[in-house]
Every structure is written in C-alpha cells, then in structure tokens.
C-alpha cells in the first residue's frame, strides 16, 4: 500500500527573518515554486494519491495553496491546523496528523525540505519497517539531527549532538502502519509528560529502541537541503533554482538607502564614507599613531579643550555605552556617586553603576522634568557625594539639561563631574575646561557625524592621572590602560577599528573646518525648520521648545496611529524615526536632525509627515 504523506509546516521559520515575515517557510519559493508545490508535485509523480499537511503560521496561505494544488494533480490534501504552532513543535503537529493515518503506512516529510526526486523516490522503494534518509556525506551544525548505525545500516541512536559514526538526518522518513501506530502512542505518552516542545524525533527515539528495525538509508552525493537559516535558502537556490534567481534574490536583500532622520546611527558624508575604504594599515604602525593622534585633538576641541596639558581625549572602540562604563568602572570606583536622571540614559547610568556594584545614590526624577536646581545642590553639597553624573541632553525625551549650572555647582562643592554627552557633542558645546568636567563622553555616529563603533572620553589629565591606583572592574575598559596607550605611546591596547578611525577623521573635517559654531548653528537651523514645519501640521510635542535641544524632537503619534505602524508608514514614504521607549512608548516617535541632512531633505521629510497627518 502506498503511504499516505505528512507534511509538517506548521513553524514560523524564526531563523528565516524577514524572508518569513510575510511568507510561512513552506511557501518559500524555490526555482520560482513554493516549497510546498515542489513537493506536493514529486509525490504526485510518484503516484502518492493522499498527503496531510500541519499548517499553523499563516495556516490561510498555506491552505490556499494546498487547495490549489490538490485542484491541480488530484491529489487529496487534508489541512491539519496547529494552532498552537508558536508554543509547540513537531511531535505535537505530527500527532494532530494522526487522525488521518490510521492503518496506513506514513511517509513523513519536513515542510522545509527540498530535495532530487531520487531521495523520495529510494525512500518509497525501500521495504523497511521504518526506514530514514540519512546523509552520511554531510554532519552539520550541533543542531542538526544525526544517527548512528552499523554495518547493516540498522540505527542504534537519533539525536542531536551525537558524536561518533554519524549522518544527518534528512527530515525524510518512512514508517509502516503497526510502526507507526507505535510512534503515535510514543508521542502522546511523551506529550502527556507536558514536553509540548519536543520534536518528533523523540517518538523515534523511544520506538527505534524497542522494536530495532529502523534503517539508514543513506543518501549521500543527492542533493538536498532543509531550510533552517537563510543560508540554507541560498543553498537552497544554488541547488534547485537558477543562477539568475540567486542574484536576484541576493539584489532583493541588498539594503535600500534610508534616510535618517533618528539619533544614530545618522547619514554621513561622501568624505567620510570614503574615508572609511582608506588603504589598510597596521594599528601598530606610525601610520596609526599619526591618524589616532590628529583625532584626539581634533575630538579635543570639539569638546571645547584649549590647553591640552590639561585636558585630553581617549577613543575607545565600542559604541557611546562603552564610553560611559569605562569612565563608571574606572573612576567611580571607591566613590559614592550622585546620578541625576530625567530619562532613559539618566537611568543607563544608574544600570551601569548598579552592574558594577558601585555605591551611587540617584536624583531620580520623571522623564523630561527638568532638574530641579535648588534640590541639585541639596544634594550635590553633602559630604558623601564625590562625583556627580549626569547627561547632557537626554535623548530619550530630547530634553537639554543645563550642564552649566550643575557644573557649578559640582566645582562649588569640589565634586567631579562625569557628563554623558553621547547625542550632543558636535551638536551643541561642552566646554569641558570652562565647565570643568572630569570626564565627558561622546560618540562617533551621532552629531559628529560618522559610522557607529567608536567612542571617546575627554577628561582631565590629573583625573586620568588618578586611575593609576585603581583596580578597574574591566579589563577591556580600564580607562587608565586606554590612557596610558593613547597617550604616551600613541597606540591602543587592543586592535582598534582601523577604519573608523580614518572615517571619524574626516567626520571631524567637516564639522570644524567650517567653524563648529556653524555646524552648531546648522542643526539649531533644522531644528526650528522641522519643529515650525511640524506645528503646522499640527503635530504636538512632549516638552515645550525650550527645554529642547537642537538635536531631537519628541513628537507626539498623530492619533489613530500605533508607533509600528507608524514607523512602518514612514519607512515606506523614506523615512527612519525612531519610536519612544520606557514611558514614552506608543506615545511619541523621536525625530533627529542630526548628521548630513539638508533643508531639502527635511522639507521632504515634513510633505511624508503631511501624507501620513493629513
Ligand atoms: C545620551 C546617550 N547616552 C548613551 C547612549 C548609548 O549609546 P550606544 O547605544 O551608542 O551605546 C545613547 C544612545 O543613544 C545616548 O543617546
């Protein structure tokens, strides 16, 4: 009797993001067919008259699809629904299956397997009471299931992360009717355990010791594939599509220009793009120590340094948060901290302090308040405090708190200062000498203008000086060690990100050759371009326009829209914002005018808001 198929498509294909964020993994199409067509086909020239196919994530589709095909080859295809299909797993799709087998032999097949028809073919062929398609020519990643077998191919294991004389399971398997009646009970005893998570090699494993008739049959030098990771899906296209349909597929996921209108990454010039394919040159080399000096100065006076004997700048490789942990797991060692926070970055700090066991108390105070400077200094004054952290502008709520006055009142008090100005350096002044700040941080792929992955500390030399008796709390940030490279052996420690050196170099062209003042005064120009265009719209803020920066502008969502639409929305028109957090989730999206925007491209950014308001 020929088996009646199961085909298991129930699964949402995670690992196949974005492919699957439309498309359930059996619809993938494979030489211009879905995967599920493809198959559902080679059983039907094999003379296979009925298949079940699990369906769960976008069941529709999927249904739609059967239907069409069973109108196609007269095959008969029943539709088994796994609702349940995100919490559960194979075994459970296979025994929803059940229903319609009984009494039959079962030919089981993955839904995301594509194969030589020769495969399914050797399978049907085989006399076995249970037979699998094993691959001895291939053992993939840990995850893969293999088996073990003798010399007669009768199988002695199944399981994932077996070692020793292996194949790969191909997710193609045969079974007799008394055989697969006894699968059926194995799985629902283990289902009955609550294991809902199991797959159905499980049940394998608990008949195949009982009843030892299971049989390799190995496939190797086919072709086949199961589609898991969106590598296989190439593999995939190799094997069964054309050569035209790798490209275009590969054409399809090369990424479109987005225009960034949220608070870094941002756009970067042509120059600094260029910059970043810059000759290849070896970070131990005096090439280097030239590039790495040239960019702490020039971050030096970004940060408002005139006299570096006093003052100077450490880059680290690592994003803004790698800044801000290598200042608190240096110098907030051995310190009681102060930290104000009026938003999400004020409460990173806290997170921060909090992971590296420091002692800190808070001045925790509701996103977007501004400080309350009489109770600042209530608190900066007492005896305990020896360092006060703060951010510059909060970008969370796009609110610019007023470094200045908190930076007296640390100097009154003798306290240090440690400034969080991540998203407004190059952006507005720090002046850490006038203010001075003990340290400061920033980073590269926001107001300055070039591609993430750099970061910087600029602080007091006397300060830096200090952490030579500290024991930091990491050995890849110790700030002193960063320092000591940087500064007197013209060097770092670790391999830097050579490129984003050269890039960050001419990022900082760009911005002072011009003058800082004018690139300070550019922004605060599209800043009240974007703010006047977006009151027109009638589109409401989150913090009156005084308390803002010229960075960021925390809008209000246009009623009737929730945030990933929105997004979404605006995406589609060219546009990237980002949406609130903490709080301010679904209630505001954050529109930056930072890095290389112009006038021109805030007006289009402002006729996309006005299609999307009106
Ligand atoms: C003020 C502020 N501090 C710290 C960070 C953290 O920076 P990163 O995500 O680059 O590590 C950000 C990021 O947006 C920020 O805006």
Known sequence: ??????????????????????????????????????????????????????????????????????????????????DRYAETNTLYSL???????????????????????????DVL?????????????????GEEVR?????????????????????????????????????????????AKGKQQEFYEAAFVAVCGQSHSFRALDIAGLRWVEIDFLTDYEEGLRLFGSSSEIRQYRASRRVQPQCLFCPGPVLVSRKVKEALSSAEIGHRELEFSELLNRTRLKLGRVFGVTNFHNYTTVVL?????????????????????????????????????????????????????????????????????????????????????PLERVAALAARYKKDLYVDAVSSIGALPTNVEDNGITFCTGSANKAIASVPGLSFVCGKR?????????????????????????????????????????????????????GLSQTFERYRSLA???????????????????????????????????????????KRLGYITYPGKGILKDRVFQVANIGEISARQVRGFLRALEQLTK
């Open 1 to 82: 009797m020929n088996p009646i198929a199961v085909l298991l498509a129930a699964g949402e294909g995670r690992s196949l993001f974005p492919l699957t964020r439309d498309l359930p993994k059996a619809l993938l199409p494979l030489n211009g067919k879905p995967l599920l067509e493809r198959i559902v086909y080679q059983l039907y020239d094999l003379g296979i008259s009925q298949i079940v196919v699990v369906a769960g994530f976008q069941k529709d589709r999927v249904a739609a699809t059967a239907a069409k095909l069973q109108r196609q080859t007269a095959v008969q295809i029943h539709i088994v629904e796994n």
């Open 95 to 121: 025994l929803l299956a059940a229903k319609h087998c009984s009494g039959k032999p079962i030919l089981l097949i993955d839904g995301d397997v594509a194969c030589d028809d020769k495969i399914l073919a």
């Open 125 to 141: 062929r085989s006399e076995d009471q249970a037979v699998l398609a094993v691959d001895t020519g291939r053992v993939m990643g």
């Open 147 to 191: 088996v073990v077998f003798n010399n007669d191919h009768i199988i002695s294991a199944i399981g994932k992360g077996l070692q020793k004389g292996t194949a790969e399971f191909l997710g193609i398997s045969k079974f007799s009717a008394p055989l697969a009646r006894q699968l059926f009970q194995a799985g629902r005893q283990i289902l």
């Open 317 to 401: 490789t690592g994003s803004g948060s790698a800044a801000n942990e290598a200042v608190l797991g240096s110098a907030g060692i051995g310190k009681r901290l102060l930290i104000l926070s009026n938003g999400e970055f004020g409460e990173r700090w806290m997170s921060i302090a909090q992971f590296l066991d420091l002692e800190f108390e808070t001045l925790n105070l509701r996103w977007g308040q501004p400080f309350p400077l009489g109770e600042v200094e209530e608190r900066i004054c007492r005896k305990a405090i020896d360092a006060v952290c703060m951010v510059h502008h909060e970008t969370s709520t796009g609110m610019l708190n």
């Open 462 to 514: 006397t300060s830096f000086d200090a952490l030579k008796t500290v024991h930091a709390k990491s050995l890849y940030l110790d700030l002193y060690k960063h320092y000591i490279y940087n500064d007197r052996q013209y060097q770092t420690p670790n391999t830097p990100a050579v490129n984003l050196f050269f890039a960050l170099d001419a990022a900082l062209d760009e911005i002072l050759d011009p």
């Open 528 to 570: 009240a371009q974007l703010r006047a265009g977006m009151t027109r719209l009638g589109l409401r803020f989150f913090i009156p326009e005084e308390h803002m920066s010229p960075v960021l502008t925390n809008v209000e969502l246009p009623p009737g829209y929730g945030a990933g639409e929105f997004h979404e929305n605006l």
